[in-house]
Protein backbone atom coordinates (compact mmCIF):
# COMPACT_ATOMS: atom_id res chain seq x y z
CA UNK A 1 0.00 0.00 0.00
CA UNK A 2 2.87 2.64 0.76
CA UNK A 3 4.69 1.92 -2.51
CA UNK A 4 1.97 2.30 -4.43
CA UNK A 5 1.13 5.51 -2.80
CA UNK A 6 4.88 6.70 -3.34
CA UNK A 7 5.03 5.80 -6.85
CA UNK A 8 1.45 8.02 -7.29
CA UNK A 9 2.70 10.96 -5.29
CA UNK A 10 6.11 10.48 -7.27
CA UNK A 11 4.14 10.24 -10.90
CA UNK A 12 2.11 13.11 -9.80
CA UNK A 13 4.94 15.28 -8.66
CA UNK A 14 6.42 14.41 -12.01
CA UNK A 15 3.53 15.15 -13.74
CA UNK A 16 3.99 18.86 -12.41
CA UNK A 17 7.18 19.23 -12.93
CA UNK A 18 6.90 18.70 -16.90
CA UNK A 19 3.51 21.40 -16.71
CA UNK A 20 5.55 24.15 -15.08
CA UNK A 21 8.88 22.93 -17.42
CA UNK A 22 6.04 22.84 -20.60
CA UNK A 23 4.46 26.57 -19.15
CA UNK A 24 7.91 27.81 -19.36
CA UNK A 25 8.31 26.96 -22.56
CA UNK A 26 4.79 27.96 -23.67
CA UNK A 27 5.92 31.66 -21.87
CA UNK A 28 9.44 32.42 -23.97
CA UNK A 29 7.61 31.23 -27.29
CA UNK A 30 4.89 34.23 -26.54
CA UNK A 31 7.32 36.42 -27.03
CA UNK A 32 7.56 35.32 -30.92
CA UNK A 33 4.09 36.04 -31.17
CA UNK A 34 3.26 38.70 -34.31
CA UNK A 35 2.68 42.02 -33.68
CA UNK A 36 4.82 42.95 -30.53
CA UNK A 37 7.71 44.53 -32.02
CA UNK A 38 10.23 42.56 -30.47
CA UNK A 39 11.25 39.96 -32.74
CA UNK A 40 13.52 41.41 -34.89
CA UNK A 41 15.22 43.11 -32.00
CA UNK A 42 15.88 39.99 -30.36
CA UNK A 43 17.01 38.20 -33.78
CA UNK A 44 19.37 40.88 -34.01
CA UNK A 45 20.74 40.81 -30.37
CA UNK A 46 21.56 37.17 -30.85
CA UNK A 47 23.12 38.32 -34.23
CA UNK A 48 25.20 40.27 -32.21
CA UNK A 49 26.21 38.04 -29.29
CA UNK A 50 26.96 35.45 -32.27
CA UNK A 51 29.54 38.18 -34.07
CA UNK A 52 31.17 39.02 -30.93
CA UNK A 53 32.27 35.42 -30.08
CA UNK A 54 32.96 35.04 -33.71
CA UNK A 55 35.08 38.13 -33.63
CA UNK A 56 36.80 37.20 -30.37
CA UNK A 57 38.00 33.51 -31.94
CA UNK A 58 39.25 35.68 -34.51
CA UNK A 59 41.67 37.48 -32.41
CA UNK A 60 42.84 34.72 -30.21
CA UNK A 61 42.96 32.31 -33.31
CA UNK A 62 40.68 30.07 -31.13
CA UNK A 63 40.65 26.09 -33.18
CA UNK A 64 38.79 24.99 -34.21
CA UNK A 65 36.31 27.78 -34.21
CA UNK A 66 38.96 29.63 -36.28
CA UNK A 67 40.14 27.49 -38.90
CA UNK A 68 36.58 26.71 -39.35
CA UNK A 69 36.19 30.18 -40.43
CA UNK A 70 39.26 30.07 -42.66
CA UNK A 71 37.64 27.19 -44.37
CA UNK A 72 34.34 28.60 -44.79
CA UNK A 73 35.64 31.74 -47.35
CA UNK A 74 33.08 33.77 -45.77
CA UNK A 75 32.79 37.25 -44.72
CA UNK A 76 34.20 36.80 -42.20
CA UNK A 77 36.90 34.57 -43.55
CA UNK A 78 37.59 37.15 -45.73
CA UNK A 79 38.22 39.94 -43.20
CA UNK A 80 40.58 37.46 -41.54
CA UNK A 81 42.37 37.17 -44.53
CA UNK A 82 43.14 40.41 -45.47
CA UNK A 83 43.46 42.16 -41.66
CA UNK A 84 45.95 40.74 -39.07
CA UNK A 85 44.07 38.98 -36.31
CA UNK A 86 44.48 41.52 -33.95
CA UNK A 87 42.51 44.42 -36.10
CA UNK A 88 40.12 41.92 -37.62
CA UNK A 89 39.46 40.53 -34.33
CA UNK A 90 38.39 43.87 -32.14
CA UNK A 91 36.61 45.23 -35.27
CA UNK A 92 34.37 42.14 -35.63
CA UNK A 93 33.62 42.10 -31.81
CA UNK A 94 32.81 46.06 -31.86
CA UNK A 95 30.36 45.00 -34.63
CA UNK A 96 28.87 42.36 -32.71
CA UNK A 97 28.57 44.91 -29.62
CA UNK A 98 26.93 47.60 -31.52
CA UNK A 99 24.55 44.63 -33.13
CA UNK A 100 23.62 43.61 -29.37
CA UNK A 101 23.37 47.35 -28.15
CA UNK A 102 20.89 48.22 -30.88
CA UNK A 103 18.96 45.15 -30.59
CA UNK A 104 18.96 45.57 -26.69
CA UNK A 105 17.66 49.60 -27.16
CA UNK A 106 15.17 48.87 -29.45
CA UNK A 107 13.39 46.01 -27.53
CA UNK A 108 13.62 48.14 -24.21
CA UNK A 109 12.29 50.95 -26.44
CA UNK A 110 9.51 48.22 -27.66
CA UNK A 111 8.47 47.26 -23.75
CA UNK A 112 8.62 50.64 -22.79
CA UNK A 113 6.28 51.97 -25.01
CA UNK A 114 4.02 49.58 -23.51
CA UNK A 115 4.22 50.05 -20.03
CA UNK A 116 4.99 54.17 -20.00
CA UNK A 117 0.90 56.05 -19.97
CA UNK A 118 0.30 57.99 -23.19
CA UNK A 119 1.58 61.25 -22.74
CA UNK A 120 4.32 60.15 -19.91
CA UNK A 121 7.55 61.95 -20.47
CA UNK A 122 9.77 60.24 -17.65
CA UNK A 123 12.11 57.31 -18.87
CA UNK A 124 11.29 53.95 -17.91
CA UNK A 125 14.51 53.76 -15.77
CA UNK A 126 13.39 57.00 -14.01
CA UNK A 127 10.09 55.21 -12.88
CA UNK A 128 11.85 52.20 -11.81
CA UNK A 129 14.24 53.82 -10.04
CA UNK A 130 11.25 56.03 -8.09
CA UNK A 131 9.54 52.72 -7.64
CA UNK A 132 12.04 51.25 -5.69
CA UNK A 133 12.57 54.05 -3.66
CA UNK A 134 9.28 54.37 -2.76
CA UNK A 135 9.24 51.02 -1.88
CA UNK A 136 11.83 50.89 0.47
CA UNK A 137 10.69 54.11 1.91
CA UNK A 138 9.57 53.45 5.93
CA UNK A 139 6.75 51.92 6.79
CA UNK A 140 4.15 55.09 7.92
CA UNK A 141 0.96 54.31 9.49
CA UNK A 142 -1.13 57.96 9.63
CA UNK A 143 -4.25 58.52 12.09
CA UNK A 144 -6.50 60.75 11.85
CA UNK A 145 -9.43 61.97 9.71
CA UNK A 146 -10.49 65.11 7.51
CA UNK A 147 -8.97 67.27 5.38
CA UNK A 148 -5.90 67.54 7.10
CA UNK A 149 -5.36 63.86 6.90
CA UNK A 150 -5.61 63.98 2.81
CA UNK A 151 -3.22 66.91 2.50
CA UNK A 152 -0.62 64.88 5.13
CA UNK A 153 -0.99 62.08 2.55
CA UNK A 154 -0.41 64.36 -0.44
CA UNK A 155 3.57 65.11 0.61
CA UNK A 156 3.75 61.70 2.10
CA UNK A 157 3.47 59.96 -1.02
CA UNK A 158 6.20 61.56 -2.56
CA UNK A 159 8.71 59.54 0.27
CA UNK A 160 7.59 55.95 0.27
CA UNK A 161 4.97 53.81 -1.11
CA UNK A 162 4.17 52.01 2.49
CA UNK A 163 1.86 53.93 3.63
CA UNK A 164 -1.48 53.18 5.65
CA UNK A 165 -4.24 55.61 6.35
CA UNK A 166 -6.20 55.01 9.34
CA UNK A 167 -9.40 56.84 9.01
CA UNK A 168 -11.84 57.90 11.57
CA UNK A 169 -16.37 56.83 10.31
CA UNK A 170 -17.26 58.93 12.71
CA UNK A 171 -18.31 61.89 10.38
CA UNK A 172 -22.11 61.69 9.81
CA UNK A 173 -21.92 65.08 7.89
CA UNK A 174 -22.68 66.47 3.98
CA UNK A 175 -22.98 63.92 1.33
CA UNK A 176 -21.31 61.60 3.97
CA UNK A 177 -24.04 61.77 6.39
CA UNK A 178 -27.14 61.43 4.21
CA UNK A 179 -25.34 58.38 2.14
CA UNK A 180 -25.34 56.93 5.94
CA UNK A 181 -28.60 57.67 6.69
CA UNK A 182 -30.21 56.68 3.45
CA UNK A 183 -28.14 53.29 2.99
CA UNK A 184 -26.66 52.64 6.12
CA UNK A 185 -23.24 52.74 5.33
CA UNK A 186 -20.06 53.74 6.70
CA UNK A 187 -19.11 57.45 5.91
CA UNK A 188 -17.26 57.29 2.88
CA UNK A 189 -16.25 60.86 2.58
CA UNK A 190 -12.64 61.21 4.66
CA UNK A 191 -11.95 57.44 3.28
CA UNK A 192 -12.98 59.17 -0.56
CA UNK A 193 -10.13 62.27 0.26
CA UNK A 194 -7.21 60.17 1.54
CA UNK A 195 -7.47 57.68 -1.97
CA UNK A 196 -7.66 60.88 -4.19
CA UNK A 197 -4.73 61.73 -1.94
CA UNK A 198 -3.00 58.65 -2.43
CA UNK A 199 -3.95 58.22 -5.93
CA UNK A 200 -0.24 57.81 -8.15
CA UNK A 201 -0.51 60.42 -10.37
CA UNK A 202 -3.92 59.47 -12.51
CA UNK A 203 -5.26 62.75 -12.60
CA UNK A 204 -8.24 62.39 -14.55
CA UNK A 205 -9.54 59.72 -11.99
CA UNK A 206 -8.74 61.31 -9.09
CA UNK A 207 -10.78 64.63 -10.69
CA UNK A 208 -13.80 62.10 -11.30
CA UNK A 209 -13.59 60.45 -7.42
CA UNK A 210 -13.64 64.28 -6.40
CA UNK A 211 -16.33 65.56 -8.82
CA UNK A 212 -19.54 66.75 -6.82
CA UNK A 213 -22.78 66.49 -8.39
CA UNK A 214 -24.73 69.97 -9.15
CA UNK A 215 -27.94 69.53 -10.01
CA UNK A 216 -30.16 66.42 -10.28
CA UNK A 217 -33.04 64.81 -8.36
CA UNK A 218 -31.10 63.60 -4.98
CA UNK A 219 -27.53 63.74 -6.64
CA UNK A 220 -26.87 67.22 -5.27
CA UNK A 221 -23.85 67.66 -3.17
CA UNK A 222 -22.91 64.08 -3.67
CA UNK A 223 -19.45 63.27 -5.00
CA UNK A 224 -19.02 60.57 -7.38
CA UNK A 225 -16.51 58.58 -5.45
CA UNK A 226 -18.62 58.74 -2.45
CA UNK A 227 -21.07 57.20 -4.16
CA UNK A 228 -18.77 54.77 -6.17
CA UNK A 229 -17.69 53.30 -2.90
CA UNK A 230 -21.16 52.89 -1.36
CA UNK A 231 -22.03 50.77 -4.56
CA UNK A 232 -18.55 48.91 -4.57
CA UNK A 233 -19.72 48.39 -0.15
CA UNK A 234 -23.02 47.19 -1.07
CA UNK A 235 -21.12 44.55 -3.71
CA UNK A 236 -18.48 43.28 -1.90
CA UNK A 237 -19.80 43.34 1.30
CA UNK A 238 -18.26 46.16 3.62
CA UNK A 239 -16.10 48.98 3.22
CA UNK A 240 -12.95 47.51 3.83
CA UNK A 241 -13.18 45.52 0.59
CA UNK A 242 -15.00 48.76 -1.18
CA UNK A 243 -11.85 50.65 -0.15
CA UNK A 244 -9.39 48.06 -1.32
CA UNK A 245 -11.41 47.55 -4.89
CA UNK A 246 -10.88 51.34 -5.19
CA UNK A 247 -7.28 51.20 -4.38
CA UNK A 248 -6.66 49.64 -7.42
CA UNK A 249 -8.66 51.35 -9.23
CA UNK A 250 -6.67 54.56 -8.62
CA UNK A 251 -3.54 53.24 -8.21
CA UNK A 252 -2.90 54.33 -5.05
CA UNK A 253 0.19 54.34 -3.11
CA UNK A 254 -0.13 52.50 0.46
CA UNK A 255 -3.51 51.25 1.25
CA UNK A 256 -6.74 53.07 3.06
CA UNK A 257 -7.99 51.52 5.94
CA UNK A 258 -11.00 52.90 8.41
CA UNK A 259 -10.58 52.53 11.87
CA UNK A 260 -13.67 50.27 12.64
CA UNK A 261 -16.36 48.38 10.19
CA UNK A 262 -19.57 49.37 13.25
CA UNK A 263 -21.42 51.53 12.63
CA UNK A 264 -20.42 54.48 15.11
CA UNK A 265 -22.11 57.53 16.51
CA UNK A 266 -19.81 60.32 18.48
CA UNK A 267 -21.39 61.83 21.45
CA UNK A 268 -20.00 64.83 23.65
CA UNK A 269 -20.09 66.02 26.83
CA UNK A 270 -19.97 69.66 27.21
CA UNK A 271 -19.21 71.81 30.79
CA UNK A 272 -22.19 73.06 30.70
CA UNK A 273 -23.88 69.71 31.14
CA UNK A 274 -25.19 69.57 27.89
CA UNK A 275 -24.70 65.66 25.86
CA UNK A 276 -24.55 66.47 22.24
CA UNK A 277 -24.91 63.20 19.86
CA UNK A 278 -23.51 63.37 16.41
CA UNK A 279 -19.91 64.29 15.06
CA UNK A 280 -21.06 67.55 12.79
CA UNK A 281 -23.38 68.40 15.93
CA UNK A 282 -20.41 69.10 18.32
CA UNK A 283 -18.88 71.70 16.72
CA UNK A 284 -22.25 73.38 16.31
CA UNK A 285 -23.02 73.41 19.72
CA UNK A 286 -20.12 75.97 20.80
CA UNK A 287 -19.87 74.51 24.28
CA UNK A 288 -16.29 73.27 26.18
CA UNK A 289 -15.58 69.73 25.41
CA UNK A 290 -15.30 68.02 28.55
CA UNK A 291 -15.43 64.60 27.46
CA UNK A 292 -15.81 62.68 24.03
CA UNK A 293 -16.88 58.85 23.56
CA UNK A 294 -19.63 56.78 20.87
CA UNK A 295 -22.01 54.69 20.43
CA UNK A 296 -21.69 51.36 20.74
CA UNK A 297 -18.87 51.82 23.24
CA UNK A 298 -15.15 49.96 22.77
CA UNK A 299 -15.99 49.23 19.18
CA UNK A 300 -13.58 46.47 17.65
CA UNK A 301 -11.33 47.64 15.62
CA UNK A 302 -10.18 46.45 11.92
CA UNK A 303 -7.56 43.53 12.25
CA UNK A 304 -5.52 44.92 9.14
CA UNK A 305 -5.32 48.55 10.61
CA UNK A 306 -3.84 47.08 14.53
CA UNK A 307 -1.19 44.54 11.82
CA UNK A 308 -0.43 47.71 10.27
CA UNK A 309 0.80 50.09 13.74
CA UNK A 310 2.55 46.91 14.79
CA UNK A 311 4.48 46.72 11.76
CA UNK A 312 5.11 50.46 11.50
CA UNK A 313 8.44 52.06 11.55
CA UNK A 314 6.90 55.35 12.09
CA UNK A 315 3.49 56.49 13.46
CA UNK A 316 2.09 59.92 12.58
CA UNK A 317 -0.81 61.11 14.64
CA UNK A 318 -2.78 64.68 12.39
CA UNK A 319 -3.27 66.38 11.48
CA UNK A 320 -7.37 67.16 11.89
CA UNK A 321 -10.35 68.35 14.22
CA UNK A 322 -9.20 67.40 17.81
CA UNK A 323 -12.44 66.00 19.28
CA UNK A 324 -14.03 65.16 15.81
CA UNK A 325 -11.54 63.75 13.42
CA UNK A 326 -8.10 62.40 16.01
CA UNK A 327 -9.60 61.34 19.28
CA UNK A 328 -12.66 59.22 17.30
CA UNK A 329 -9.78 56.68 16.43
CA UNK A 330 -8.36 56.21 19.66
CA UNK A 331 -12.18 55.45 21.00
CA UNK A 332 -11.53 52.11 19.62
CA UNK A 333 -9.41 50.72 22.54
CA UNK A 334 -7.61 48.25 20.47
CA UNK A 335 -6.24 50.83 18.32
CA UNK A 336 -5.03 53.17 21.10
CA UNK A 337 -3.40 49.77 22.58
CA UNK A 338 -1.58 49.40 19.50
CA UNK A 339 -0.28 52.68 19.54
CA UNK A 340 0.62 52.52 23.08
CA UNK A 341 2.73 49.40 22.57
CA UNK A 342 4.50 49.91 18.95
CA UNK A 343 8.14 50.17 19.27
CA UNK A 344 8.13 53.01 16.26
CA UNK A 345 8.70 56.66 16.25
CA UNK A 346 5.15 58.14 17.28
CA UNK A 347 4.78 62.08 16.61
CA UNK A 348 1.20 64.31 16.66
CA UNK A 349 1.05 67.12 14.24
CA UNK A 350 -0.88 69.95 16.20
CA UNK A 351 -3.07 72.21 14.24
CA UNK A 352 -1.96 75.77 13.62
CA UNK A 353 -5.53 77.25 14.39
CA UNK A 354 -7.80 76.81 17.11
CA UNK A 355 -10.81 75.11 16.10
CA UNK A 356 -14.51 77.20 16.98
CA UNK A 357 -16.87 74.46 19.12
CA UNK A 358 -14.04 72.77 19.96
CA UNK A 359 -10.59 74.04 20.90
CA UNK A 360 -11.35 77.52 21.55
CA UNK A 361 -8.05 78.67 23.64
CA UNK A 362 -6.45 75.78 23.62
CA UNK A 363 -2.81 75.68 23.76
CA UNK A 364 -0.20 72.89 22.26
CA UNK A 365 -0.01 71.39 25.99
CA UNK A 366 -4.24 71.57 26.12
CA UNK A 367 -4.51 69.50 22.73
CA UNK A 368 -1.53 66.84 24.41
CA UNK A 369 -3.58 66.47 27.36
CA UNK A 370 -7.05 65.89 25.25
CA UNK A 371 -5.37 62.99 23.48
CA UNK A 372 -3.54 61.35 26.34
CA UNK A 373 -6.96 61.45 28.38
CA UNK A 374 -8.91 59.49 25.14
CA UNK A 375 -6.26 57.47 25.55
CA UNK A 376 -6.63 56.07 28.94
CA UNK A 377 -4.30 59.01 30.01
CA UNK A 378 -0.97 57.00 28.38
CA UNK A 379 1.04 58.49 26.35
CA UNK A 380 0.88 57.74 22.78
CA UNK A 381 3.60 59.75 20.84
CA UNK A 382 7.30 61.31 21.46
CA UNK A 383 7.02 64.15 19.95
CA UNK A 384 4.99 67.54 18.88
CA UNK A 385 5.42 69.01 15.79
CA UNK A 386 4.13 72.59 15.87
CA UNK A 387 4.29 75.79 13.13
CA UNK A 388 6.07 78.54 14.27
CA UNK A 389 5.62 81.71 12.38
CA UNK A 390 2.30 82.96 12.67
CA UNK A 391 0.05 83.41 9.75
CA UNK A 392 -0.59 86.66 8.16
CA UNK A 393 -2.72 89.66 9.36
CA UNK A 394 -5.04 89.03 6.53
CA UNK A 395 -5.53 85.54 7.62
CA UNK A 396 -5.26 86.54 10.97
CA UNK A 397 -8.21 88.76 11.16
CA UNK A 398 -10.65 86.23 8.80
CA UNK A 399 -9.93 83.39 12.04
CA UNK A 400 -10.50 86.39 14.25
CA UNK A 401 -14.23 86.81 12.72
CA UNK A 402 -14.62 83.16 13.31
CA UNK A 403 -13.16 83.07 17.05
CA UNK A 404 -10.05 80.94 15.95
CA UNK A 405 -6.65 82.26 16.71
CA UNK A 406 -3.33 80.62 16.26
CA UNK A 407 -2.25 77.84 18.63
CA UNK A 408 -0.02 79.13 21.23
CA UNK A 409 2.94 77.04 22.21
CA UNK A 410 3.90 76.73 26.12
CA UNK A 411 6.95 75.40 25.77
CA UNK A 412 7.17 74.72 29.51
CA UNK A 413 3.94 72.78 29.83
CA UNK A 414 4.72 70.43 26.37
CA UNK A 415 8.41 69.47 27.80
CA UNK A 416 6.53 68.59 31.41
CA UNK A 417 4.17 66.44 29.93
CA UNK A 418 7.46 64.46 28.43
CA UNK A 419 7.03 65.34 24.52
CA UNK A 420 9.82 66.67 22.52
CA UNK A 421 9.08 69.95 20.22
CA UNK A 422 9.39 70.00 16.75
CA UNK A 423 9.26 73.45 15.15
CA UNK A 424 8.91 73.94 11.62
CA UNK A 425 7.36 76.62 9.09
CA UNK A 426 5.01 74.08 7.17
CA UNK A 427 2.05 76.87 6.74
CA UNK A 428 0.42 77.61 3.00
CA UNK A 429 -2.71 80.36 2.82
CA UNK A 430 -4.33 80.74 -0.07
CA UNK A 431 -5.56 83.63 -1.75
CA UNK A 432 -8.72 84.28 0.56
CA UNK A 433 -6.61 83.92 3.44
CA UNK A 434 -7.53 80.28 4.35
CA UNK A 435 -4.37 78.43 6.51
CA UNK A 436 -3.53 74.69 6.25
CA UNK A 437 -0.07 72.78 6.31
CA UNK A 438 1.92 72.66 3.40
CA UNK A 439 1.91 68.80 2.19
CA UNK A 440 5.42 69.24 0.06
CA UNK A 441 6.71 71.23 3.59
CA UNK A 442 5.44 69.29 6.42
CA UNK A 443 6.42 65.66 4.99
CA UNK A 444 9.86 67.00 4.59
CA UNK A 445 10.10 68.31 8.04
CA UNK A 446 8.29 64.41 9.34
CA UNK A 447 10.85 62.44 7.35
CA UNK A 448 13.75 64.73 8.39
CA UNK A 449 12.62 64.28 11.98
CA UNK A 450 12.30 60.39 11.49
CA UNK A 451 15.36 60.19 10.26
CA UNK A 452 17.30 62.02 12.87
CA UNK A 453 15.46 60.35 15.96
CA UNK A 454 15.66 56.71 14.20
CA UNK A 455 19.36 56.98 14.03
CA UNK A 456 19.60 58.22 17.57
CA UNK A 457 17.32 55.48 18.76
Same mark, same amino acid.
Given at each position: MSIGFLRQALN?????????????????????????SVKRWLLISVGGVILASLGLAIWIKLTPIFWAIELLRGFLGVIANILPNYVSGPLVILCG????????? &?? $???????LRPEG?????IDVLLAHRRLYRGPKIVVIGGGTGLSTLLRGLKTYSANITAIVTVADDGGSSGRLRQEFGVLPPGDIRNCLAALADEEKLLTELFQYRFRAGDGLTGHSFGNLFLTAMSDI????? &?? $?AASSKVLAVRGQV???TLSDVRLWAELADGRRIEGES???????????????????PALPAAIKAIKEADYIIIGPGSLYTSLIPNLLVPEIADAIAQADALRIYICNIMTQPGETEGYTVADHIRAIDKAAGH??????????????????????AQQNSHPVFLDREAVTLLGRRIVPANVLFEDDTGCVRHNPQKLARVLLRWYSGAHHIK
Open positions: TLQKQSRSRTSHRVNQWFKWLSPGLLLMLLWGQT &RT $VGSITKVEEQELTGDLE &RA $VLPANIPKAQGRIIKVGCIPANPRQLFDAVLVHKKSPSAKSLIRY
